[in-house]
Protein backbone atom coordinates (compact mmCIF):
# COMPACT_ATOMS: atom_id res chain seq x y z
CA UNK A 1 0.00 0.00 0.00
CA UNK A 2 1.20 3.63 -0.70
CA UNK A 3 1.57 5.99 2.24
CA UNK A 4 2.49 9.27 2.12
CA UNK A 5 3.00 10.51 5.47
CA UNK A 6 3.47 14.23 6.55
CA UNK A 7 5.03 16.07 9.76
CA UNK A 8 2.49 17.93 12.21
CA UNK A 9 1.11 20.73 12.15
CA UNK A 10 3.20 23.79 12.90
CA UNK A 11 2.68 27.52 14.43
CA UNK A 12 4.96 29.57 13.13
CA UNK A 13 5.60 33.85 13.52
CA UNK A 14 5.40 36.26 10.86
CA UNK A 15 9.34 36.04 8.73
CA UNK A 16 9.92 32.71 9.98
CA UNK A 17 10.24 29.88 8.07
CA UNK A 18 8.69 26.25 8.18
CA UNK A 19 10.11 22.72 7.22
CA UNK A 20 7.35 20.55 6.42
CA UNK A 21 8.66 16.73 5.76
CA UNK A 22 6.79 13.94 3.43
CA UNK A 23 8.02 10.07 4.33
CA UNK A 24 6.58 7.79 1.44
CA UNK A 25 6.18 4.34 1.29
CA UNK A 26 4.99 1.34 -0.75
CA UNK A 27 6.57 1.91 -3.83
CA UNK A 28 10.08 3.33 -5.45
CA UNK A 29 10.44 6.67 -4.18
CA UNK A 30 13.44 7.66 -6.94
CA UNK A 31 11.00 6.28 -9.62
CA UNK A 32 8.70 9.49 -9.27
CA UNK A 33 8.28 12.93 -8.44
CA UNK A 34 6.40 15.29 -5.60
CA UNK A 35 4.34 18.15 -5.76
CA UNK A 36 3.15 20.35 -2.90
CA UNK A 37 0.13 21.33 -2.86
CA UNK A 38 -1.57 24.17 -0.15
CA UNK A 39 -5.11 24.88 0.78
CA UNK A 40 -5.43 27.76 2.82
CA UNK A 41 -8.93 28.33 5.14
CA UNK A 42 -12.13 27.96 2.87
CA UNK A 43 -9.84 28.03 -0.38
CA UNK A 44 -9.20 26.09 -3.25
CA UNK A 45 -5.85 24.27 -4.44
CA UNK A 46 -2.68 25.86 -4.69
CA UNK A 47 -0.02 24.05 -6.62
CA UNK A 48 3.70 25.11 -5.39
CA UNK A 49 5.85 23.45 -7.29
CA UNK A 50 7.36 19.80 -7.47
CA UNK A 51 11.06 17.91 -7.30
CA UNK A 52 11.91 14.96 -8.74
CA UNK A 53 12.91 12.43 -5.87
CA UNK A 54 15.69 10.99 -8.32
CA UNK A 55 17.67 13.80 -9.47
CA UNK A 56 16.82 16.40 -7.10
CA UNK A 57 15.30 18.82 -9.62
CA UNK A 58 12.91 20.95 -9.03
CA UNK A 59 10.22 23.11 -10.76
CA UNK A 60 8.57 26.08 -8.71
CA UNK A 61 5.62 28.12 -9.04
CA UNK A 62 6.49 31.89 -10.27
CA UNK A 63 4.47 33.27 -7.18
CA UNK A 64 6.62 31.25 -4.84
CA UNK A 65 10.37 31.77 -6.64
CA UNK A 66 12.61 32.78 -3.88
CA UNK A 67 10.27 31.82 -1.12
CA UNK A 68 10.23 28.26 -1.10
CA UNK A 69 13.09 24.90 -1.28
CA UNK A 70 11.72 21.64 -2.05
CA UNK A 71 14.04 18.73 -1.24
CA UNK A 72 14.47 15.23 -0.70
CA UNK A 73 16.57 12.60 1.12
CA UNK A 74 16.65 9.24 -1.28
CA UNK A 75 18.01 7.11 1.85
CA UNK A 76 14.97 7.64 3.79
CA UNK A 77 12.37 8.13 1.01
CA UNK A 78 11.34 11.74 2.45
CA UNK A 79 10.14 15.07 0.52
CA UNK A 80 10.63 17.94 2.18
CA UNK A 81 8.96 21.37 1.66
CA UNK A 82 10.71 24.69 3.45
CA UNK A 83 8.84 28.15 2.90
CA UNK A 84 10.63 31.04 4.11
CA UNK A 85 9.23 34.64 5.14
CA UNK A 86 6.09 33.67 6.36
CA UNK A 87 2.94 35.97 6.19
CA UNK A 88 -0.34 35.66 7.68
CA UNK A 89 -1.84 34.50 4.58
CA UNK A 90 0.44 32.05 4.34
CA UNK A 91 -1.65 29.48 6.75
CA UNK A 92 -3.11 26.62 4.88
CA UNK A 93 -3.08 23.13 4.73
CA UNK A 94 0.12 21.93 2.90
CA UNK A 95 0.21 18.84 1.19
CA UNK A 96 2.64 16.17 -0.79
CA UNK A 97 1.51 14.56 -3.79
CA UNK A 98 2.73 11.72 -5.72
CA UNK A 99 3.51 13.41 -9.31
CA UNK A 100 5.24 12.08 -12.30
CA UNK A 101 9.26 11.51 -13.13
CA UNK A 102 10.70 11.30 -16.49
CA UNK A 103 10.35 7.16 -16.27
CA UNK A 104 6.69 6.84 -14.78
CA UNK A 105 3.53 7.57 -16.98
CA UNK A 106 1.80 10.62 -16.79
CA UNK A 107 -1.54 8.68 -15.66
CA UNK A 108 0.22 8.89 -12.13
CA UNK A 109 0.56 12.54 -11.26
CA UNK A 110 -0.79 13.47 -7.78
CA UNK A 111 -2.79 10.49 -7.54
CA UNK A 112 -1.72 9.46 -3.67
CA UNK A 113 -1.45 12.40 -1.31
CA UNK A 114 -0.50 12.93 2.17
CA UNK A 115 -2.73 13.41 4.77
CA UNK A 116 -1.43 17.45 5.14
CA UNK A 117 0.42 19.66 7.47
CA UNK A 118 -1.56 22.51 8.94
CA UNK A 119 1.14 25.83 8.82
CA UNK A 120 -0.41 28.67 11.17
CA UNK A 121 1.43 31.69 10.86
CA UNK A 122 0.07 34.09 13.58
CA UNK A 123 1.90 36.84 16.09
CA UNK B 1 0.56 29.20 -17.52
CA UNK B 2 -2.50 27.43 -18.47
CA UNK B 3 -5.49 28.56 -16.83
CA UNK B 4 -8.24 26.17 -15.84
CA UNK B 5 -11.78 27.93 -15.28
CA UNK B 6 -13.62 25.46 -13.86
CA UNK B 7 -18.09 25.88 -13.48
CA UNK B 8 -19.95 26.46 -11.80
CA UNK B 9 -18.45 27.13 -8.08
CA UNK B 10 -21.47 26.09 -6.26
CA UNK B 11 -24.16 23.34 -7.37
CA UNK B 12 -26.99 22.77 -5.34
CA UNK B 13 -28.66 19.31 -6.18
CA UNK B 14 -30.56 16.51 -4.51
CA UNK B 15 -29.83 12.95 -3.94
CA UNK B 16 -30.70 10.79 -7.60
CA UNK B 17 -29.89 13.96 -9.25
CA UNK B 18 -27.47 13.75 -12.79
CA UNK B 19 -24.46 16.22 -11.98
CA UNK B 20 -22.22 17.80 -14.72
CA UNK B 21 -19.09 19.86 -13.96
CA UNK B 22 -16.98 21.34 -16.37
CA UNK B 23 -13.37 22.89 -16.53
CA UNK B 24 -12.15 24.66 -19.65
CA UNK B 25 -8.54 25.26 -20.73
CA UNK B 26 -6.96 28.33 -21.79
CA UNK B 27 -5.00 25.93 -24.30
CA UNK B 28 -4.49 22.50 -25.49
CA UNK B 29 -3.63 19.64 -22.54
CA UNK B 30 -4.44 16.90 -24.49
CA UNK B 31 -6.13 14.40 -21.95
CA UNK B 32 -3.47 15.34 -19.15
CA UNK B 33 -6.43 15.94 -16.67
CA UNK B 34 -7.63 14.46 -13.33
CA UNK B 35 -10.90 15.01 -11.24
CA UNK B 36 -10.18 15.15 -7.76
CA UNK B 37 -13.16 14.86 -4.51
CA UNK B 38 -12.34 16.69 -1.57
CA UNK B 39 -14.62 16.17 1.67
CA UNK B 40 -14.28 18.70 4.73
CA UNK B 41 -11.01 18.11 6.76
CA UNK B 42 -9.61 15.78 4.28
CA UNK B 43 -7.03 15.13 1.66
CA UNK B 44 -8.04 15.87 -1.95
CA UNK B 45 -8.76 11.84 -3.52
CA UNK B 46 -8.09 11.62 -7.18
CA UNK B 47 -11.72 10.00 -9.12
CA UNK B 48 -10.61 10.46 -12.72
CA UNK B 49 -7.39 10.28 -14.70
CA UNK B 50 -6.22 10.48 -18.59
CA UNK B 51 -9.43 13.22 -18.71
CA UNK B 52 -12.24 9.81 -18.66
CA UNK B 53 -10.26 7.14 -16.59
CA UNK B 54 -11.84 6.16 -13.34
CA UNK B 55 -9.98 5.31 -10.53
CA UNK B 56 -10.15 1.55 -9.01
CA UNK B 57 -12.38 1.53 -6.21
CA UNK B 58 -14.43 4.58 -7.68
CA UNK B 59 -17.85 4.21 -7.70
CA UNK B 60 -19.06 3.88 -11.47
CA UNK B 61 -21.79 6.56 -11.40
CA UNK B 62 -18.48 8.93 -11.89
CA UNK B 63 -17.50 9.82 -15.30
CA UNK B 64 -15.33 12.15 -17.03
CA UNK B 65 -14.96 12.96 -20.93
CA UNK B 66 -13.19 15.13 -22.68
CA UNK B 67 -10.21 15.99 -24.72
CA UNK B 68 -7.76 19.47 -25.41
CA UNK B 69 -10.25 21.93 -23.41
CA UNK B 70 -13.09 21.59 -22.54
CA UNK B 71 -13.42 18.77 -20.18
CA UNK B 72 -16.49 17.64 -17.73
CA UNK B 73 -17.07 15.53 -14.89
CA UNK B 74 -20.66 13.94 -14.24
CA UNK B 75 -22.42 11.86 -11.70
CA UNK B 76 -24.85 10.08 -12.82
CA UNK B 77 -27.22 9.77 -10.00
CA UNK B 78 -26.07 11.39 -6.89
CA UNK B 79 -25.64 10.10 -3.64
CA UNK B 80 -25.21 11.18 0.07
CA UNK B 81 -21.29 10.70 0.29
CA UNK B 82 -20.83 12.73 -3.01
CA UNK B 83 -21.78 16.34 -1.29
CA UNK B 84 -18.48 17.56 -0.98
CA UNK B 85 -16.26 19.97 -3.45
CA UNK B 86 -14.87 19.03 -6.43
CA UNK B 87 -11.34 19.67 -8.54
CA UNK B 88 -9.81 19.73 -11.89
CA UNK B 89 -6.30 19.59 -12.19
CA UNK B 90 -4.21 19.79 -15.40
CA UNK B 91 -0.44 18.16 -15.35
CA UNK B 92 0.32 18.78 -19.14
CA UNK B 93 3.27 20.79 -18.26
CA UNK B 94 4.20 23.00 -15.06
CA UNK B 95 3.08 24.78 -13.35
CA UNK B 96 0.40 22.37 -12.47
CA UNK B 97 -2.83 24.17 -11.93
CA UNK B 98 -6.60 23.65 -10.66
CA UNK B 99 -9.71 24.53 -11.42
CA UNK B 100 -11.17 26.94 -8.74
CA UNK B 101 -13.39 23.87 -7.16
CA UNK B 102 -16.93 23.48 -7.43
CA UNK B 103 -18.77 22.82 -4.43
CA UNK B 104 -21.86 20.29 -4.63
CA UNK B 105 -24.20 20.89 -2.15
CA UNK B 106 -27.42 20.03 -0.75
CA UNK B 107 -30.49 20.97 -2.64
Known amino acids: QIHLVQSGGEVKKPGASVKVSCKVS????????ISWVRQAPGQGLEWLGW????????NYAQKFEGRVTMTRDTSTSTAYMELRSLRSDDTAFYYC????????????????WGQGTLVTVSS | DIQMTQSPSTLSASVGDRVTITCRAS??????LGWFQQRPGKAPKRLIY???TLESGVASRFSGSGSGTHFTLTISSLQPEDFATYYC?????????FGQGTKVEIK
Open chain 1, 97 to 112: ARDVDIVTATTTALDY
Open chain 1, 51 to 58: ISAQFGNT
Open chain 2, 27 to 32: QGIRND
Open chain 2, 89 to 97: LQHSGYPRT
Open chain 2, 50 to 52: AAS
Open chain 1, 26 to 33: GYTFRDYG
